[in-house]
């Protein structure tokens, strides 16, 4: 245990005989050294914004006084192009206009944020809960069990999953339908995050299960198995404390695949239909007016793409902090 | 002496490695067995009903109930999944002898939306991708190797920064923005390239390279940004390595000892990951070939998503499916033949 209290300030010389001093959990450990990690807290605070911005859409609308539902004849020319330069940008559309219906870019931002977040968030979420169950039984049970969820993620990974989640969307989306999820968006939400968590699960389930594999063998896991510990003790306040690093650094991973993911699934008009607002949706309408109205190319895609640089550049923050092999310690 | 031989080697690394690479076919066919039952099942218990697909919108029910026979979705399930299998091997009749359509084996159904043998459509797809994926793996390949020794043999200094930035932005950048900021600068703003038509290499080579040199550069730098860090960090991980100090010790040049020892030991596990990729490539670029209007095999399968295609979904899926577990035999058989360290173990 003293190994891992390293580095801690509180780990006073005389810890041996100090009853209150506990080593520092790995999780601990990695959050400590993640706030020394400049680029990584520039990345969190980027992706706090987004955040902020996400949850408090309806609000910042209604204060910026901008509806991202409205259109807005005025702002759009006869041939249906943004009037005025740079995609029709102007103090009542700082960010312009749509082509075609004169939305309001800033606003339609704002609420894509939501989408996007929610179905990195909430798909993450799924992947990681089954990803970690499975795993944790397969490497607990061992046996037939771990043969047959080892078996199930081959065959699984062994799917073209992008080509399979776009062939099957329309359809399952008419079968979620008729399962009485309501119809339109709600139940293309619902295929999304069923598909994402079918699809995901594998590679959480990999690493958890080799983790567990080397941690029931380790003398603290045998030591409460001794005192005669259950599996819910066994799995909760033993095996699932040593797990959080790898976890952190999975869900840090997947986030960002799964925001862009969405983006690339309503770009090819199998997720999220209009009028919805999805960062997707705008850079797929953008393609048929590229050539006259540039800016509305420019602005989803980037706001898309920084969200997902903040995404990227946090989990390597985090990667480095909770993977004690990771060398970027050696520069 | 053969005796001798076998009982200093009890069994000889070639048996070993036959038998291995009997049980990796094995287990490949039965994943291929496994994914097509299961893309066959899930296709058919889709609310669509392929038989009112088969003619527009206002289709008398005759039509219908004699198409459904003449396709054979009047059948149960697994028998229909039974002749599908057959015609894989065998070839297959559409329809009675008067109006039947025959597709020869490999026979992976037929279109009643574009009138055409299945197999017929994929053949003319499938080079377009290939052209596609190959060009854009050797290109990605080069970078990705190329920043990465770079970065790696600079360690902290800026060709490092530099490629670990390229690195950091390129996996950020979603494939489908990059491609669309491509054909922004280089076909609308500069007029430097045309708007991409594609055509053979055979029957226009100069047309083939310019349709193709954006999209091998869009995937080449979503992709190559996965590779500099792999490379880096294996090259990294490699230097610490006691075999190269033992090779620093003898004196062996550095030149040699980076190319032959560090290289090779680094990028082994990278070659068998990029045979994955490629292989994943293969199955179809849907984002990419949809940007750049390439008509491969993506291209193809959005177009069955639209008019809901089934036949023509089934068969793409499945022949994603045989590039992605091939590969994976392949690249597993690769790895022990080719890390002398795998092997001994």
């Given at each position: 245990?003293?190994?891992?209290?390293?580095?801690?300030?509180?780990?006073?010389?005389?810890?041996?005989?100090?009853?209150?001093?506990?080593?520092?959990?790995?999780?601990?450990?990695?959050?400590?050294?993640?706030?020394?990690?400049?680029?990584?807290?520039?990345?969190?605070?980027?992706?706090?914004?987004?955040?902020?911005?996400?949850?408090?859409?309806?609000?910042?609308?209604?204060?910026?006084?901008?509806?991202?539902?409205?259109?807005?004849?005025?702002?759009?020319?006869?041939?249906?192009?943004?009037?005025?330069?740079?995609?029709?940008?102007?103090?009542?559309?700082?960010?312009?206009?749509?082509?075609?219906?004169?939305?309001?870019?800033?606003?339609?931002?704002?609420?894509?944020?939501?989408?996007?977040?929610?179905?990195?968030?909430?798909?993450?979420?799924?992947?990681?809960?089954?990803?970690?169950?499975?795993?944790?039984?397969?490497?607990?049970?061992?046996?037939?069990?771990?043969?047959?969820?080892?078996?199930?993620?081959?065959?699984?990974?062994?799917?073209?999953?992008?080509?399979?989640?776009?062939?099957?969307?329309?359809?399952?989306?008419?079968?979620?339908?008729?399962?009485?999820?309501?119809?339109?968006?709600?139940?293309?939400?619902?295929?999304?995050?069923?598909?994402?968590?079918?699809?995901?699960?594998?590679?959480?389930?990999?690493?958890?299960?080799?983790?567990?594999?080397?941690?029931?063998?380790?003398?603290?896991?045998?030591?409460?198995?001794?005192?005669?510990?259950?599996?819910?003790?066994?799995?909760?306040?033993?095996?699932?404390?040593?797990?959080?690093?790898?976890?952190?650094?999975?869900?840090?991973?997947?986030?960002?695949?799964?925001?862009?993911?969405?983006?690339?699934?309503?770009?090819?008009?199998?997720?999220?239909?209009?009028?919805?607002?999805?960062?997707?949706?705008?850079?797929?309408?953008?393609?048929?007016?590229?050539?006259?109205?540039?800016?509305?190319?420019?602005?989803?895609?980037?706001?898309?793409?920084?969200?997902?640089?903040?995404?990227?550049?946090?989990?390597?923050?985090?990667?480095?902090?909770?993977?004690?092999?990771?060398?970027?310690?050696?520069? | 002496?053969?005796?001798?031989?076998?009982?200093?080697?009890?069994?000889?690394?070639?048996?070993?490695?036959?038998?291995?690479?009997?049980?990796?076919?094995?287990?490949?066919?039965?994943?291929?067995?496994?994914?097509?039952?299961?893309?066959?099942?899930?296709?058919?218990?889709?609310?669509?009903?392929?038989?009112?697909?088969?003619?527009?919108?206002?289709?008398?029910?005759?039509?219908?109930?004699?198409?459904?026979?003449?396709?054979?979705?009047?059948?149960?399930?697994?028998?229909?999944?039974?002749?599908?299998?057959?015609?894989?091997?065998?070839?297959?009749?559409?329809?009675?002898?008067?109006?039947?359509?025959?597709?020869?084996?490999?026979?992976?159904?037929?279109s009643y939306d574009r009138h055409e043998c299945v197999t017929t459509l994929i053949a003319k797809t499938l080079p377009v991708t290939a052209s596609l994926a190959f060009g854009a793996f050797v290109l990605w390949m080069?970078?990705?190797?190329?920043?990465?020794?770079?970065?790696?043999?600079?360690?902290?200094?800026?060709?490092?920064?530099?490629?670990?930035?390229?690195?950091?932005?390129?996996?950020?950048?979603?494939?489908?923005?990059?491609?669309?900021?491509?054909?922004?600068?280089?076909?609308?703003?500069?007029?430097?390239?045309?708007?991409?038509?594609?055509?053979?290499?055979?029957?226009?080579?100069?047309?083939?390279?310019?349709?193709?040199?954006?999209?091998?550069?869009?995937?080449?730098?979503?992709?190559?940004?996965?590779?500099?860090?792999?490379?880096?960090?294996?090259?990294?991980?490699?230097?610490?390595?006691?075999?190269?100090?033992?090779?620093?010790?003898?004196?062996?040049?550095?030149?040699?000892?980076?190319?032959?020892?560090?290289?090779?030991?680094?990028?082994?596990?990278?070659?068998?990951?990029?045979?994955?990729?490629?292989?994943?490539?293969?199955?179809?670029?849907?984002?990419?070939?949809?940007?750049?209007?390439?008509?491969?095999?993506?291209?193809?399968?959005?177009?069955?998503?639209?008019n809901s295609d089934l036949p023509i979904l089934v068969a793409t899926t499945l022949v994603a499916a045989v590039f992605?577990?091939?590969?994976?035999?392949?690249?597993?058989?690769?790895?022990?033949?080719?890390?002398?360290?795998?092997?001994?173990?």
């Open positions: 245990m003293s190994v891992m209290g390293l580095g801690d300030t509180a780990t006073s010389p005389d810890v041996a005989s100090d009853p209150q001093a506990v080593g520092l959990s790995p999780f601990k450990l990695g959050l400590q050294r993640v706030r020394r990690d400049r680029l990584a807290v520039i990345a969190f605070w980027v992706v706090a914004f987004y955040v902020f911005i996400a949850v408090f859409a309806p609000v910042l609308v209604r204060i910026l006084n901008i509806d991202p539902y409205a259109l807005d004849r005025e702002a759009i020319n006869d041939f249906g192009l943004p009037a005025g330069r740079f995609g029709g940008i102007s103090w009542d559309h700082p960010f312009g206009v749509e082509p075609g219906t004169g939305r309001d870019i800033l606003g339609r931002l704002m609420y894509g944020a939501r989408v996007s977040l929610l179905i990195g968030t909430i798909g993450t979420i799924l992947t990681t809960v089954v990803g970690v169950t499975l795993g944790i039984v397969a490497g607990l049970r061992r046996g037939f069990i771990d043969g047959l969820i080892s078996r199930l993620g081959d065959v699984t990974l062994a799917f073209p999953s992008l080509l399979l989640i776009i062939a099957l969307a329309n359809p399952m989306t008419q079968r979620l339908e008729s399962w009485g999820i309501p119809q339109g968006n709600t139940a293309r939400l619902t295929y999304i995050l069923t598909v994402l968590t079918f699809f995901g699960w594998v590679y959480m389930a990999r690493l958890v299960r080799g983790q567990v594999l080397s941690l029931r063998e380790r003398e603290f896991v045998e030591a409460a198995r001794s005192f005669g510990a259950g599996t819910g003790h066994l799995v909760f306040k033993q095996l699932l404390p040593n797990l959080w690093p790898q976890i952190i650094v999975f869900v840090s991973l997947s986030l960002p695949g799964y925001v862009a993911l969405e983006a690339t699934l309503s770009f090819l008009g199998v997720g999220l239909l209009a009028p919805a607002a999805s960062w997707g949706i705008m850079l797929g309408d953008s393609v048929r007016y590229y050539r006259a109205d540039p800016t509305y190319l420019f602005i989803p895609g980037f706001t898309l793409m920084i969200l997902v640089l903040a995404f990227n550049l946090l989990s390597d923050g985090l990667r480095d902090a909770f993977d004690p092999r990771s060398d970027r310690q050696q520069l | 002496m053969a005796a001798l031989d076998a009982a200093i080697h009890p069994v000889s690394s070639e048996n070993t490695m036959l038998y291995f690479v009997i049980r990796r076919t094995a287990f490949a066919a039965v994943l291929l067995l496994v994914i097509s039952a299961f893309t066959f099942w899930i296709f058919s218990a889709l609310p669509a009903d392929p038989a009112a697909l088969t003619c527009g919108k206002n289709c008398r029910p005759e039509v219908i109930e004699a198409n459904r026979e003449r396709l054979g979705y009047d059948r149960p399930i697994l028998e229909q999944y039974g002749s599908y299998m057959k015609g894989i091997f065998a070839g297959r009749d559409y329809g009675e002898e008067g109006a039947s359509i025959h597709c020869s084996a490999p026979s992976l159904g037929y080069a970078i990705g190797i190329g920043l990465g020794t770079m970065a790696a043999l600079k360690r902290g200094r800026w060709p490092d920064r530099l490629a670990t930035g390229f690195s950091v932005i390129g996996v950020s950048l979603p494939t489908f923005f990059l491609g669309l900021i491509f054909t922004m600068v280089f076909i609308i703003w500069t007029g430097l390239l045309p708007f991409p038509q594609y055509a053979g290499i055979t029957e226009n080579p100069g047309k083939w390279f310019s349709s193709l040199i954006l999209p091998w550069f869009v995937l080449a730098i979503v992709s190559a940004a996965t590779y500099v860090r792999m490379t880096r960090n294996g090259m990294l991980e490699v230097m610490n390595e006691e075999f190269v100090r033992l090779g620093i010790a003898k004196g062996l040049p550095r030149r040699r000892l980076i190319v032959k020892y560090v290289m090779r030991a680094a990028l082994i596990p990278i070659v068998t990951i990029a045979g994955l990729d490629f292989a994943f490539l293969l199955g179809g670029a849907l984002v990419t070939e949809s940007i750049f209007n390439l008509p491969g095999l993506g291209k193809l399968t959005l177009a069955a998503v639209v992605i577990v091939v590969a994976n035999a392949i690249v597993d058989v690769l790895y022990g033949y080719l890390d002398p360290r795998v092997r001994v173990k």
